[in-house]
């Protein structure tokens, strides 16, 4: 299997990395990807294409909080719909990460390239 841009198939070590870096994007925003990625992203393709993902979305998803909390304090129900996205679309991108296929999320904005 192909890894991110038809580079060579991930090894387990990077697909152990490259999950963790979605996985911690949950309980930690963007800390957990953060570090994992500033580690890892010279030495596996893979997980520096994974731990840029899982970056980005977690800024994202920070931003959007932020956004729900200060902007729109009186629409409560736009906060849980990003924190229950948030979650639903790391517990998918770990799950795809574990079998080695690159995950891209949606509605991210790219701010690392």
Not at 9 to 35: K, Q, R
Not at 76 to 99: N, P, W, Y
Request: proline content about 6%; hydrophobic content about 50%.
């Amino acid at each position: 299997m192909p890894g991110p841009g038809g580079g060579p198939a991930p090894d387990n070590d990077s697909i152990t990395f490259a999950l963790l870096c979605h996985l911690l994007g949950i309980f930690t925003g963007f800390v957990g990807p953060l570090i994992i990625w500033l580690l890892k992203k010279d030495t596996s393709p893979f997980v520096d294409n994974q731990g840029k993902e899982a970056l980005n979305f977690q800024i994202t998803a920070l931003i959007a909080t932020v956004g729900c909390i200060f902007g729109f304090c009186f629409i409560h129900v736009l906060f849980v719909i990003v924190q229950v996205t948030r979650i639903v679309l790391g517990i998918m991108a770990t799950v795809e990460a574990s079998k080695g296929v690159a995950y891209r999320y949606p509605v991210t904005i790219r701010f690392i390239k």
